[in-house]
């Protein structure tokens, strides 16, 4: 990486990310000292070190001395989450935050070791001001302007910024969430001018999951909204949070593979979406909603029974149940109303149905409510499908030839999303079967 980033233009500003895997060991350390089990960081530790040791002279004082404040501070922190046997909101984010706070560290004194003038920047220094959701916290619009206060755009420099982390209005540390190294880049780029180059270990976005299709294919250009579907419907390659700045501003992400620049990039942007894409959510949940009759009726009527039900009561209860869904901060994933006696069905990832359940019980709906478990939600993505006459009988004949049911489906009005509910159990070979038929048979 450092000869990439020695033959780029000045200024520069690369995002950094922790290390593979270093932040799904904070949150075991988090784990750990909850349940009382002592403060280990001997892996972390280990973990830095073995990409520190080819530091030399003052890069690797330099590299040490922000490491020890790093591990320092993590230990104090992790010690007294273990004293009151929970977690503050606060102390979390500020653990997992170190990640991104120690590879920052360590990217400063490689540069410098180089001879290739760097400086760093972190949560507030480099303008990103958030809200203080825990975990979650949202990029705030003033950061615009401190950014630009915070960056020469004249300098000849290479800024190393730490992802994932922000400072809200108290200056506490904050976490961006999923993706949030993504979503620092690409907001940092809409501001000081793009296009946000994304380095990954992996390949762009691919058409399939490779883990369930033979030979996937590198999307070579996606559109904003057609990247927004896949991001949303269980295929991201970059978080879908990430792609709004880009999106405001105008500019393109590039996507690469920094393990074998053979690989075509992905580049998301105002563009044709190259090819079709099939996604899957695994375990979801669907919730059926339908209107009790009469009786659901009596409270508007003083207790009389009405001779037939009252239009619209599932879509004023449907409108109220959506409602209390936005507040959970849960987005359903399918959505259908249909038939005169009044029914709708809400499909919702298998992790949200417990938080469901607890909306139902605290605000009835005076409806009946069923939830079915074991299905999935197989989608075809991508504006390619756009006014092709058939392509959704395309869809059923394909599955029908494996022998697969579809329990639902659901078509945005955009025409860039066909998604269909299948059973679980075979929803990777209905992701195969469309795979084949829709994008490996394409013609480029």
Not at 79 to 107: C, F, K, M, T
């Amino acid at each position: 990486m450092i000869e990439l980033i020695r033959e780029q233009p000045r200024p520069l500003t690369i995002v950094l990310s922790a290390l593979k895997g270093i932040t799904d060991h904070l949150l075991g350390l988090i784990d750990a000292a909850v349940a009382g089990q002592g403060v280990d960081l001997s892996l972390i530790r280990a973990r830095h070190a073995e990409v520190s040791e080819t530091l030399q002279g003052v890069p690797r004082e330099h590299a040490e001395a922000g490491l020890e404040a790093g591990f320092g501070e993590l230990e104090r922190v992790l010690g007294a989450i273990e004293a009151l046997q929970e977690v503050p909101p606060s102390a979390r984010d500020r653990v997992l935050s170190l990640g991104e706070r120690l590879s920052v560290v360590l990217a400063a004194a490689h540069l410098e070791q180089e001879g290739i003038p760097a400086e760093t920047r972190v949560a507030s220094e480099a303008g990103i001001l958030t809200t203080s959701e825990p975990g979650d916290a949202r990029i705030l619009d003033r950061s615009r302007a401190a950014v630009l206060d915070a960056f020469d755009t004249s300098a000849d420099l290479v800024y190393g910024v730490a992802g994932f982390v922000g400072s809200d209005s108290e200056g506490r540390i904050t976490t961006l969430g999923r993706g949030g190294s993504d979503t620092s880049a690409t907001f940092l780029a809409s501001v000081l001018g793009g296009p946000a180059l994304l380095w990954k270990d992996t390949p762009g976005i691919l058409t399939g999951d490779p883990r369930v299709v033979d030979e996937p294919r590198v999307i070579e250009s996606l559109g904003y909204l057609d990247a927004l579907e896949l991001a949303h419907y269980g295929l991201p390659a970059v978080a879908g949070k990430a792609l709004h700045p880009a999106r405001r501003a105008g500019i393109e992400i590039e996507i690469r593979c920094f393990l074998d620049d053979s690989i075509p990039p992905t580049r998301i942007g105002a563009l044709t979406t190259s090819h079709l894409a099939i996604s899957c959510v695994p375990e979801v949940a669907m919730l059926a909603l339908v209107e009790e009759g009469p009786v659901a009726s009596r409270l508007d009527t003083g207790g009389e029974e009405p001779a037939e039900p009252r239009p619209g009561q599932v879509l004023r209860a449907l409108g109220h149940f959506l409602e209390s869904l936005a507040q959970l901060g849960i987005a359903p994933l399918l959505l259908t109303e249909a038939s005169p006696s009044g029914e709708a069905s809400i499909v919702i990832r298998a992790s949200d149905r417990e938080a469901v359940e607890r909306a139902l019980a605290s605000h009835p709906l005076g409806l009946d409510t069923n939830i079915r478990d074991g299905l999935a939600a197989v989608s075809l993505i991508g504006s390619p499908m756009r006014g092709k006459v058939g392509f959704a009988a395309g869809v059923f004949t394909c599955l029908a030839s494996e022998g697969i049911n579809v329990y639902s489906i659901a078509q945005t009005a955009s025409e860039r999303n066909i998604s269909v509910l299948v059973n679980s159990a075979e929803a990777e070979q209905a992701v195969r079967a469309l795979h084949a038929k829709f994008v490996g048979g394409a013609s480029d």
